[in-house]
């Protein structure tokens, strides 16, 4: 008995959710990233009620838990590689985009999914403004892809429990 999980997606899926990681990435190499609210949302404090010894826990953790992040998220683009490109002045390009694709998923490529897809909706949601679930900017459309980032982490999960 195998422990994969298979993950279904269109092609436009696969495609967007690999540029969206893609811009992950590149977040997180920007020199500047540092200052960056989004990122810092990556690596919450972990002493809120001791500024010094967060700043000291921060100054010790936050390189390497940003390697792994960028580790993860490259083994996530390569899963999504199989998908290809699309070509919207194809005039099969319609039908391309909706054709179904699976991924198999080995535990550690499930572990590095989930902790990625989280991560970079947690980015989304610093982008938006997002503190709280209440928190719903109904006419910004990165919304959505911020609720469709949340509906795939909620399918990824309930895969690995029929596992």
């Known amino acids: 008995m195998s422990d994969a999980v298979v993950i279904s997606f269109t092609r436009v899926e696969a495609v967007h959710l690999r540029g969206l990681v893609g811009q992950f990435v590149d977040l997180l190499s920007d020199a500047d990233a540092a200052s960056d609210p989004a990122v810092s949302r990556l690596t919450p404090s972990?002493?809120?009620d001791d500024a010094a010894s967060a700043d000291q826990f921060r100054a010790a953790t936050r390189a390497d838990l940003l390697r792994r992040r960028s580790e993860e998220a490259a083994t996530v683009l390569a899963d999504l590689a199989s998908a290809g490109e699309l070509d919207p002045a194809d005039d099969h390009a319609?039908?391309?985009?909706l054709t179904q694709m699976e991924i198999s998923l080995e535990p550690r490529q499930v572990a590095a999914w989930l902790r990625t897809l989280n991560a970079v909706r947690l980015v989304l949601a610093e982008r938006l403004g997002i503190d709280d679930e209440d928190d719903h900017p109904a006419d910004d459309p990165r919304f959505g892809v911020y609720e469709w980032l949340?509906?795939?982490?909620?399918l990824l999960i309930g895969a690995t429990e029929d596992v």
Do not use: V
Request: net charge negative; no cysteine.
């Open 94 to 97: 319609f039908d391309e985009a």
């Open 46 to 48: 972990a002493y809120p």
């Open 150 to 154: 949340g509906y795939r982490l909620e």
